[in-house]
């Protein structure tokens, strides 16, 4: 049995303690359509917490804080399995039923890492989104590779931060355990303030720059090499392998030696150090002390450390860890968000409030991304917003990258025929798949008049026609990877949306930025392979109308008619009224609510029955599914999962109800004995048929000729004909 082979109770045991005490959100999106393997208890314990809004940022805190602290306890765990590996590899030798054994434990440890990367990454949903949590963290997975596994994130740690060993340690841990590897480099300037008066010796600075005598020297070597074996101690304590490199990476030579004696400027950075160390799988632990090339050591900057470091390795996040948690203001005192150097740098240091320490800081951050790929961005930011910052779309610090200039123009000739091509040819998934090349392009802008936005480095490249009288369809959005990861596709969908408050786009069903699309419309459909999006438009006649008209002047390929059911529909997805009409979004299960209809416009509103309806809900084990088992009007008759077959429904007081999982086959049967009134589809896109099909053939079977009510929560049958897709007292007829 799976349940018996060695290591797996151990890893249901980690990912339990993780989360205790920890609630996950309900995310936004109506599915959750994501497979973690066969470790159930470690999915129940994910799905007893109370759900909570996304905007509930303080108790989202505390939730990933919570499963922080818990992850003191897992460590014991993961050792105790690497010394069982360690010993069994011994007994290997002796007998082959042993070996066969050390296999089957080598194979629970890797489940255990797996599962360590599943649970921690759930856990990141108590901040952001589903979707901007694995967007971000598949973008930050795939900067690295084994030629060069440091193109991560390179965090220099203040003093200060260090002062909150724990906090600092928990967020280092967070990271390591969904497989990401920062370079990290302290500093030590209030510890050693500290030991140098404790010793009678008086700090002396020059233009900012400490005095470094030999007997500052020695005393900063002391202090660098104790913080810096602190932090390592605190790491392997929660299961983090770290590594410390105290020398061997900078060369330096001598800044001033007469004026600041032994204090130097880093000539050259050797990386080799710190890609050995995560190759071997550890954490890279730097101090700021530099070497002369004849051994001489010197005290450097780790400001300056930090950026050179970067410069060497252009890694995609540069993050400067304070406990201010950014750059504020000088006037308001509000936190700056986002500065775009390329275009508010010289404003800011007009700025009467800009100065001193705050200048120094901008100066150094335009410098050291002016020589990093416009990709990387640089991160001021506390060590407990560590893991909102670099995955949620909104952050908490601030953010200062290079930034972009938009542009419109009415001819692709304004920003140079040969370039738009090249971004053709690279991006676009039309000409990728060879279903057009670069010239039937070039040869469709001729059709309409257009406009093509995007930046000045190209990175975002939209094209809107927009011929006279007719609402304007973007044909093309080519992002490359950075303008996904920058925010930049917002911002130029944006500057389309001001002159245009109607759009509307496709993009194939398989696209990559899928997602973005989604969140971005007001509305939706696939139909054979393809998606098309609007914006602007709330009434589905006039969508259809839209629809009519572009197919008639040639403006759209394929035939998305019709848009909503022909014949009265017999299928309800109910929702509040009022609400956004076709969208995407699953919203709230209600049942008869004053008001609603089954689905014809002409219907009188139902009196509201007294008698329960019995509901049956496939696939409660994700978000979706969860919230539909909490709600209080809801009497649950069935209630299906494959991962949670055999366990009660938790949480649930009406009647003891346990998780089965229902195949068509028994969906089929129990409609036709009429033991379900309602059904509720919570299953992700293309999976939802079987079930609706073996609906409908138990429902032709029941001796009162009525089937049950079903509500699909995905896109499979949103506008076929018998389907109703629309909200109570909109669905047309």
């Given amino acids: 049995m799976e349940g018996d082979l060695p290591g797996q109770a151990n890893a249901v045991n980690v ?59 897992d460590h014991m765990v993961s050792r105790d399995l690497s ?37 921690i990454t759930r856990l990141l949903y108590s901040i952001g989104t589903k979707r901007e949590v694995e967007r971000h963290l598949h973008i930050f997975s795939s900067s690295s590779n084994p030629s060069q596994p440091a193109k991560f994130a390179v965090i220099k740690v203040g003093g200060a931060v260090l002062s909150n060993l724990d906090e600092l340690a928990l967020s280092l841990s967070f990271l390591y355990r969904v497989g990401l590897y920062p370079v990290v480099l302290h500093g030590a300037k209030p510890q050693l303030n500290e030991i140098m008066k404790r010793e009678g010796v008086v700090p002396n600075y020059i233009d900012g720059i400490r005095v470094t005598d030999a007997k500052t020297l020695q005393i900063a070597r002391r202090v660098f090499l104790e913080e810096n074996l602190k932090l390592v101690s605190a790491l392997e304590k929660l299961g983090t392998r770290a590594r410390p490199i105290t020398s061997g990476v900078f060369t330096a030579e001598y800044l001033d030696k007469e004026k600041y004696k032994l204090f130097g400027k880093i000539t050259k950075v050797d990386k080799r150090p710190i890609e050995a160390s995560i190759r071997d799988g550890a954490l890279p632990i730097l101090t700021s002390l530099a070497e002369t090339a004849d051994g001489q050591i ?22 400067f860890l304070n406990n201010k948690g950014g750059l504020f203001h000088g006037v308001t005192g509000e936190k700056l968000d986002v500065i775009n150097l390329d275009e508010e740098y010289v404003t ?13 800081k901008l100066r150094e951050f335009k410098e050291l991304l002016d020589h990093l790929p416009r990709l990387s961005s640089v991160a001021v930011i506390s060590a407990s917003s560590l893991q909102k910052e670099l995955f949620t779309d909104s952050g908490a610090g601030t953010l200062i990258r290079r930034g972009y200039k938009l542009f419109k123009h009415d001819n692709i000739g304004e920003i140079g025929v040969d370039r738009f091509c090249q971004v053709v040819h690279d991006r676009d998934p039309e000409v990728l798949a060879g279903f057009q090349s670069v010239t039937d392009v070039l040869s469709d802008l001729e059709k309409t ?42 911002n130029v969908f944006n500057a389309i949306k001001k002159d245009h408050w109607k759009l509307f786009w ?228």
């Fill in 298 to 319: 010197l005290n450097v900057s780790a400001g300056i450390a930090a950026g050179e470091l970067a410069k060497e390795l252009e890694p995609m996040k540069i993050v």
């Fill in 83 to 119: 010394d069982v590996q360690g010993e069994e590899c011994i007994e290997e030798q002796s007998s082959n039923a042993v070996r066969q054994r050390d296999n089957t434990s080598v194979w629970g440890i890797q489940s255990v890492a797996q599962t360590d990367r599943d649970t």
């Fill in 15 to 73: 990912g339990s303690s993780i989360l205790q005490g920890a609630s996950l959100p309900v995310i936004s999106g109506g599915e959750f359509n994501s497979s973690e393997g066969d470790h159930n208890r470690i999915t129940i314990t994910i799905l007893q917490g109370v759900p909570r809004q996304r905007d509930d940022r303080h108790e989202a805190s505390s939730t990933l804080h919570q499963g922080q602290r818990n992850l003191r306890r």
């Fill in 449 to 490: 008049p257009y406009s093509v936005y995007g930046d000045e480095s190209l990175d975002v490249v939209a094209i809107v026609s927009h011929p006279e009288g007719e609402v304007p369809v973007m044909t093309k959005m080519l992002s490359s990877r950075g303008g996904v990861l920058s925010d930049l596709m917002d």
């Fill in 348 to 360: 800011l240091m007009k700025e009467p409030w800009v100065k001193y320490g705050t200048k120094l």
């Fill in 506 to 733: 496709t993009a194939p069903a398989d696209d990559e930025n899928r997602a973005w699309h989604f969140e971005r419309a007001d509305g939706s459909f696939t139909r054979e392979g393809k998606s098309l999006f609007w914006h602007g438009v709330k009434d589905v006649a006039e969508v259809e109308k839209i629809i009519k008209d572009y197919e008639a002047n040639g403006r759209i390929e394929r035939s998305f008619l019709p848009v909503a059911p022909s014949a009265p529909p017999h299928r309800l997805v109910t929702s509040p009224r009022g609400t956004r009409g076709f969208s995407t979004m699953a919203r709230r299960f209600l049942r008869n609510l004053p008001g609603s209809s089954r689905g014809s416009a002409t219907a009188a509103a139902p009196t509201p029955s007294t008698q329960p309806e019995l509901l049956g809900l496939i696939e409660a084990r994700g978000f979706t599914g969860q919230a539909l088992t909490t709600l209080p009007p809801a009497h649950h008759s069935h209630v299906s999962s494959r991962q949670l077959a055999g366990y009660p429904l938790d949480g649930y007081t009406k009647t003891p109800v346990t998780y089965s999982n229902l195949s068509p086959q028994d969906v089929e049967s129990l409609e036709k004995s009429g033991e379900v009134d309602d059904w509720v589809m919570a299953l992700p896109n293309g999976v939802c048929k079987p079930f609706v099909d073996a609906i409908d053939r138990g429902a032709k079977e029941r001796e009162t000729g009525e089937g049950s009510v079903v509500v699909g929560l995905s896109a499979d049958y949103k506008f076929e004909k018998g389907r109703t897709c629309g909200l109570p007292g909109e669905a047309s007829s």
